[in-house]
């Protein structure tokens, strides 16, 4: 019997690779399809004596064995967890009435959503219980946990070393595989704090090979400022290491021929937001990682998203529009010397497209409107949890909701509303929480609290899929329609010729008496 365990992740050192006997590990994977790959590969690379079973939680285990026939474990116990607390709570029972598990590598495969009753207190009791019990019976166990809600687990465990031997995190940023060993303990030591990129094909996951980007020699352009003219707000070029150029159209092409240069764009509008990320990501993609890249924000322009896009594309310091020029020169200085270390896709279309998720703005169908949140939740390569809000408004009585929708004025592309049982449901994309109340003044003509009685808010990935998951349910829509129907309730009244009245004469009875007299 091995006194440890292999990964089975390829070029990877062993550093980071092996599992000690006993042990706890834990790997969090965002998407399930990954922790599948991940979970597949580490079975596969097993010898065939080695003792283990596979514990999976919301898929059959057949499934996943479909292709790993004639690879791995010669006997391969299987079992079953359900998604509940208590099978946790008892699985190290279950086990010891199930099979023998000493020497044994048991791998459990689970969604996030299995811990997400746990409390941080109660989270610490279960690990410590399991690190007693493998302990005992002298076993390995791994954990590869997946999908919505692993950060709030990562959370929970980031200061659980006591108890785990191990903890990594395998995710995307943008198309980019990274594997994060926050710490690993094996037999020769503890390896902490790591970044591994990875690459993915039919036989699982490998290192990617590290394209280092060495810097011309022939020229040392560390001091210079390459920048669009008015940043400098009509003021000369500040000293000779200074250089102004007419539009960021001339200062890009310059800076193709730039090594570590500082280059500064001006930004007026929102409409040059586009041009501006191309010409940054094709900077960063053609002159590496020593060119430092900043936008100047001349005129309130940039959203939230925009900002996003334009650091993703490979800019180093976005520079808001109220920052004087004093202080802009400070945070220039404050970058001097650093090496961009984010990965910049080489297509700009797949940032474009994730990044910028919703081409859509105003009222929506419901059926649509649930649509188009579900897939800005389902894409990996937003933050988690910063997505967006939505809230749902009742309006105040007497008052229906479709006639507050005449004062809702959506602006913003991302921005959508439906009608459902007589609320306003609004979808306010990169929207955060502490600006929502903000946002609704803005996109109400009339004081959101003058129009509207109450208000129910979601703002965490999970919630708000749960909530558009029970509004997509048969029947759970009142008071809606497509929007033919809703054109035509709200605007037949407004467009309706009303006939005019034509006064008629009345006479009054004054009340006379019966003889005539008054």
Not at 88 to 94: A, F, S
Not at 200 to 227: I, K
């Amino acid at each position: 019997m091995p006194r440890s365990f292999t990964l089975g992740v390829r070029k990877i050192w062993d550093e980071l690779a092996v599992m000690q006997a006993p042990g706890f590990y834990w790997v969090n994977i965002e998407r399930q399809i990954d922790a599948n790959l991940f979970c597949q590969q580490l079975i596969r690379n097993q010898p065939e004596n080695t003792r283990a079973a596979l514990i999976c939680s919301g898929l059959k285990p057949e499934k996943l064995l479909a292709s790993l026939v004639g690879y791995g474990p010669n006997k391969l116990p299987l079992f079953t967890l359900p998604a509940q607390r208590k099978a946790l709570l008892h699985l190290t029972h279950d086990l010891m009435r199930s099979l023998r598990p000493q020497q044994r590598l048991f791998i459990l495969l689970a969604p996030a959503s299995l811990w997400q009753t746990f409390t941080g207190e109660e989270m610490q009791q279960w690990l410590q219980h399991i690190q007693q019990w493998l302990g005992e019976q002298n076993c390995t166990l791994i954990v590869i946990c997946h999908s919505a809600g692993i950060n709030k687990v990562k959370n929970q465990l980031v200061s659980q070393h006591r108890y785990l031997q191990g903890l990594a995190c395998l995710q995307w940023q943008q198309d980019n595989a990274q594997y994060v060993v926050s710490w690993w303990s094996t037999e020769k030591g503890v390896t902490a704090n790591q970044l591994v990129l990875l690459k993915a094909d039919e036989q699982g996951w490998s290192m990617a090979d590290e394209v280092q980007q060495a810097l011309p020699p022939s020229r040392n352009d560390e001091h210079l400022y390459l920048a669009e003219t008015t940043i400098l707000e009509g003021a000369p070029p500040l000293s000779t290491n200074w250089q102004l150029f007419d539009s960021n159209a001339v200062l890009a092409q310059r800076a193709i021929n730039a090594h570590t240069a500082t280059l500064i764009f001006a930004l007026d509008q929102s409409e040059q937001i586009d041009d501006l990320a191309h010409q940054i990501h094709n900077i960063r993609r053609q002159r590496g990682d020593a060119i430092k890249i900043v936008v100047r924000e001349m005129n309130a322009s940039l959203r939230y998203s925009d900002e996003r896009l334009l650091l993703a594309c490979g800019a180093n310091l976005i520079v808001p529009h109220i920052a004087p020029l004093s202080r802009f020169l400070t945070m220039l200085e404050g970058i001097q010397g650093q090496r961009f270390s984010r990965h910049v896709p080489q297509d700009i279309n797949t940032l474009l497209e994730a990044l910028r998720p919703l081409q859509l703005k105003g009222y929506l169908p419901p059926a649509e409107f649930c649509h188009s949140v579900l897939q800005l939740m389902n894409n990996t390569l937003l933050p988690e949890n910063g997505k967006g809000v939505m809230v749902a408004l009742r309006a105040v009585p007497g008052l229906q909701a479709r006639q507050a929708l005449t004062l809702c004025h959506l602006r913003r592309y991302g921005d959508v509303v439906t009608v459902a049982d007589n609320h306003l449901v609004l979808f306010l994309s990169t929207c955060r929480i502490n600006d929502l109340d903000t946002a609704l003044n803005y996109i109400f003509r009339l004081p959101a609290a003058e129009v509207f009685s109450n208000q129910r808010v979601w703002y965490q990935d999970q919630a708000i899929i749960a909530e558009i998951n029970r509004m997509n349910t048969p029947n759970a829509w009142q008071m809606t329609g497509d929007k033919k129907s809703y054109t035509q309730e709200v605007d037949a009244p407004e467009q309706a010729e009303v006939s005019r009245r034509i006064p008629v004469p009345l006479a009054l009875d004054v009340g006379q008496n019966k003889d005539g007299t008054q």
